[in-house]
């Protein structure tokens, strides 16, 4: 692990190579530790006059966490993996063009590099969240202990209620097989962003769906 001090500032960046260091790093800590991938979307939040916190808790040098895995569920997409590495993604271009389409609509190119879907996904207010709730994504958790897997909207639910702060650090995104639309066989999907600019600002509104059209629909 390394720490790293910014000259004239307060913060001290914590680098840990592993969930497990990020864990123990956090222990005692708690929200005086702030998880960032990107940061672009803390660093707006800094801008409108938030605090700094005493520790960035740095999450892109740990392996593998950027990774786009497919397995025989789907495909993992590990938190850290960038909004442009998504949208270049071709699994997700070709079995989940939702998803592929709605982070196309995220900031600009400059924004896509450095912000990832697992920021967007845990801020709890970023636009891919309605296309990942229509198709219906886990998200993968870990809490010292282990990973476990929650519903998207299970979670988002909690957001809502909890007064408490998510303490998990998230690994990664869940899209499964049985949720992609191959577009042979019937699969279709809409994503409309609305916002005060066409483009490169957070939506005022965000709607997506995805289904599949049934043999005699069409
Ligand atoms: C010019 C500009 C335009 C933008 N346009 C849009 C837009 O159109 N739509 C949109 O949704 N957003 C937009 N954003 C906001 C931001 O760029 C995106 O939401 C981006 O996806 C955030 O990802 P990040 O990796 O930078 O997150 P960060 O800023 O690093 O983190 C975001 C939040 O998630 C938490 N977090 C990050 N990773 C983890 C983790 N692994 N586990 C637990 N918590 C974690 C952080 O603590 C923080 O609370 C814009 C920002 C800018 C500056």
Redesign the pocket.
């Known amino acids: 692990m390394a720490v790293q001090s910014m000259p004239g500032m307060q913060t001290a960046v914590l680098k840990p190579m592993s969930l497990q260091e990020a864990w123990l790093l956090r222990a005692g800590r708690e929200a005086a530790a702030?998880?960032?991938?990107?940061?672009?979307?803390?660093?707006?939040q800094w801008e409108n006059g938030a605090a700094l916190p005493p520790y960035l808790l740095d999450?892109r040098g740990i392996p593998g966490l950027a990774d786009i895995a497919a397995d025989s569920e789907g495909v993992l997409v590990g938190?850290?993996a960038t909004?442009a590495a998504v949208k270049r993604s071709k699994p997700i271009r070709e079995r989940w063009p939702l998803l592929h389409e709605a982070v196309g609509?995220?900031?600009?190119p400059g924004?896509r590099n450095?912000?990832?879907?697992?920021?967007?996904a845990?801020?709890s207010?970023?636009?891919?969240l309605p296309a990942l709730l229509a198709l219906e994504a886990g998200l993968l958790w870990y809490d010292g202990a282990g990973l476990a897997e929650q519903p998207l909207d299970e979670w988002l639910d909690e957001r809502r209620t909890s007064a408490e702060p998510?303490r998990?650090?998230?690994?990664g995104i869940r899209l499964r097989e049985s949720r992609s639309e191959p577009q042979a066989a019937g699969g279709w999907h809409c994503w409309r962003k609305v916002?005060r600019r066409e483009s490169?600002?957070?939506?005022l509104v965000s709607f997506a769906a995805s289904g599949t059209m049934l043999p005699g629909q069409g």
């Not at 609509?105 to 600009?108: L, P, S, V």
């Not at 450095?114 to 967007?120: C, H, S």
């Not at 207010?125 to 891919?128: H, V, Y």
């Not at 998990?168 to 690994?171: D, E, Q």
Request: charged share 10%; no cysteine; aromatic share 2%.
């Open positions: 702030v998880p960032v991938a990107g940061g672009s979307l803390l660093r707006t999450l938190s850290q909004l609509t995220i900031g600009g924004i450095l912000g990832t879907l697992g920021g967007n845990a801020s207010i970023g636009d891919s998510e998990r650090l998230l690994a916002g490169f600002t957070p939506s």
